[in-house]
């Protein structure tokens, strides 16, 4: 079956780093996406990852190992309004998106 | 742009009752699709549609309807709701199907309970 595993919560501190990790079983692999879903609203777009490696945006990184089945995502310089869930989804090879749980990430000041 | 306009934001339904959830973009999305968001699951895809006149079942279909007649369209029908449906709903679109970076843009959810 398929299958993805991300942790379900983590605390972190303000102005401190996090990596929040994936791991995925999936017929197939076409990308992997990370949204964040801030409590009661609508999951947005953070970034995507095809190949090996570290694609970076502002604070934010993600990393893919596709050997490994493994993607992490790296939060910098955290803020109070990084306090959200942290969704991992693979796109299989039908194009078709398989989600995990989510990770709620709890910021303290 | 709007988006994904979702309606209504709330809703609460007795057992046996239908409704329907709509959805419209205005993005030209190909792609539109239905989710379920449940606490502690990932969500679930219900149905989800190509292009107009086309549509298809996803992970979790029953009880569910959908039609696309149009490219902007996408509306969610609950045929006779149980509380098992109890959930919050998503409509999401992406511009492509079959491309590999096209992240979905998700309209701002439905929270539905049924008693």
């Known amino acids: 079956g398929q299958n993805i595993d991300q942790p379900t919560e983590m605390t972190a501190t303000e102005g401190a780093i996090v990596q929040i990790n994936c791991t995925y079983q999936?017929?197939?692999?076409?990308?992997l996406f990370w949204y964040q879903q801030h409590a009661g609203e609508a999951p947005t777009f953070l970034s995507y990852?095809?190949l090996d490696g570290l694609e970076e945006k502002g604070r934010f990184s993600s990393f893919l190992s596709r050997s490994k089945g493994y993607s992490y995502l790296l939060l910098k310089e955290l803020q109070m309004k990084d306090s959200a869930s942290y969704l991992c989804?693979?796109?299989?090879?039908?194009?078709?998106?398989?989600w995990g749980a989510g990770t709620k990430l709890i910021i303290k000041p | 742009n709007a988006g994904v306009t979702q309606t209504p934001k709330f809703q609460v339904l007795k057992t046996g009752q239908s409704m329907t959830l709509q959805c419209a973009q205005d993005m030209n999305h190909e792609y539109m699709s239905w989710y379920r968001q449940d606490p502690g699951m990932g969500l679930r895809l219900i149905h989800y549609?190509?292009?107009?006149?086309?549509?298809d079942q996803g992970e979790v279909p029953n009880g569910y309807n959908v039609s696309r007649s149009t490219t902007e369209d996408f509306p969610l029908r609950l045929l006779s709701a149980a509380p098992s449906q109890t959930s919050v709903y998503f409509c999401?679109?992406?511009?492509?199907?079959?491309?590999?970076?096209?992240?979905?843009?998700f309209g701002n959810g439905t929270r539905l309970t049924v008693t």
């Open positions: 549609s190509v292009g107009a006149g086309i549509t």
């Open positions: 989804a693979v796109m299989d090879s039908n194009y078709q998106l398989i």
């Open positions: 990852n095809v």
């Open positions: 999401a679109s992406s511009l492509r199907t079959d491309s590999y970076n096209s992240p979905l843009h």
């Open positions: 999936t017929s197939g692999f076409n990308g």
